[in-house]
């Protein structure tokens, strides 16, 4: 009886096992990679999921897209947390805020996970490795010259006219999109000084597309002679373009440009409300925020100065963290990858392009 009691009590413990969810795959040696958004459902990230897995299948190791539906600190700290509870070998973070992550991914650190930043960052000293898609100033004025074309385009004259613009993005804690904002606010004092920032503390609309929508609607409704909107936030951009198709605003009427995904804006551009907008490889960018966790995952050092060669992206260098920002941590082992080259859509061009 006691051999019997034995053998079920075992196949008990086998079924529970095999009904139970797991944190990662049981395949011997793989690596798991916990990837997070700012936010889910966004056309941008899930571009950068779609970059992810498939570099992921192809170079034998597992990513796990975990985010959530609302733009919030308290769950992207709830998620790194998870990982590190479920043994996940690394993570890779858009994070939400300069700072507010900082406590969380230095606990993943000190867990042993490979730990690695994308699109927005934390402390130099809580991750390796920043995919930046570029430098401040490269960025920065990237958004003020595609306003600057646009606006040139439908007969002002940005280099003398008192432009009127406007900044809306997600929040001033992100680190990325303020940095692109300090320095487009720079390269306009001094390349465009007759231009007149309406709104110099900025509109924010959270991340959030309902609020992009009535933030976009506040804007041109509160400034009804208001050349020129920037949006230097994937939703941002689709709101305010909404914003203005709603209340019968075309090119026309008002530039808006800023940075977010060709598939989320052709249908503005195809109704002639927005003339040009840019971002850069969002699949690249997430395939080599993942790729490099998974590159320390595997045992491997990085350290500022060194190249590393990424399987069908090419090879990176290992840059200091004061590209991005001139007071930042400096340490050998931390450091910035930048991404190789950003694009400005059109109706040109913007089909050639399926993100």
Known sequence: MRKVGFILAALIVAVLIAGCPQSKPQASG??????????????????????AQAHAKANGYTVQYIGSQQASVAEQVRIIRQAIAQGADGISVSS??????????????????????????????????MVSQGTPEILGKMLVDMGADALKNRGKNPDGDAIKYVWHYSQSTVADQNSWHVAGEAYIKQKYPSWVNVRTDNYYSNQDPEQALSVGQAILQSHSDIDLIICNDSTALPGQLQAAQNLGKTKKDVTITGFAPP????????ADVVERWGLWDSGQ???L???????????????VGDTITVPSIGTVEVLPNTVLDPGAY???NS???????RVVFTTENMDNYNF
């Open 96 to 129: 939400l805020d300069a700072t507010g992550l900082d406590e969380a991914m230095r606990e993943a650190v000190k867990a042993g996970l490979a730990v690695t930043t994308w699109d927005s960052d934390v402390s130099g000293d809580a991750r390796a490795v």
């Open 263 to 270: 598939n989320s804006i052709k249908p503005f551009a195809r």
């Open 330 to 332: 400096t340490a050998e």
């Open 289 to 303: 925020g993942c790729y490099l966790a998974f590159h320390l995952a595997s045992g491997n050092k990085i350290k």
């Open 335 to 341: 450091g910035v990858v930048l991404l190789p080259e």
């Open 30 to 51: 793989e690596k798991t990679i916990v990837f997070v958004p700012k936010i889910t459902g966004n056309a941008f990230f899930e571009s950068a999921n779609d970059g």
């Open 285 to 287: 960018q997430g395939a």
